[in-house]
Nanobody, 128 residues
Framework: QVQLVQSGGGLVQPGGSLTLSCVAS????????VGWFRQAPGKEREGVSC???????HYAPSVKGRFTIARDNAKRTVYLQMNSLQPEDTAMYYC??????????????????????WGQGAQVTVST
């Protein structure tokens, strides 16, 4: 079955950390760029970060310096390490895989509308 399976969401206190995982099955992940997106209630989905098939990365200004994206092609997995989490980071987080053509900034924008595969989502809640 061709899919992306996410894990790692949860509840964390402000200042805490979480790592999200996105595992691919049924296709060769190393051929694809992977992006992370989030959507809070009542808000549009926004791009958080992406990593191209050659390892180039891009981060949204709101998470730069706090979040780190990485990929392990042997494990068919992309990770999003999230540090110094704040209440405004609370959202449903999704991974998506698609074409790796272009700059990482362009890739993240393109994935939001034209991804080939989406994960099922993982809730991240930052609260005391």
């Amino acid at each position: 079955q061709v899919q992306l399976v996410q894990s790692g969401g949860g509840l964390v206190q402000p200042g805490g950390s979480l790592t999200l995982s996105c595992v691919a099955s049924g296709f060769i992940l190393e051929d694809y760029a992977v992006g992370w997106f989030r959507q809070a209630p009542g808000k549009e989905r926004e791009g958080v970060s992406c990593i191209s098939n050659d390892g180039s990365t891009h981060y949204a200004p709101s998470v730069k310096g706090r979040f780190t994206i990485a990929r392990d092609n042997a494990k068919r997995t992309v990770y999003l390490q999230m540090n110094s989490l704040q209440p405004e980071d609370t959202a449903m987080y999704y991974c998506a895989a698609g074409s790796s053509y272009g700059s990482p900034y362009y890739i993240l924008r393109k994935l939001n509308t034209d991804a080939d595969y989406w994960g099922q989502g993982a809730q991240v809640t930052v609260s005391t």
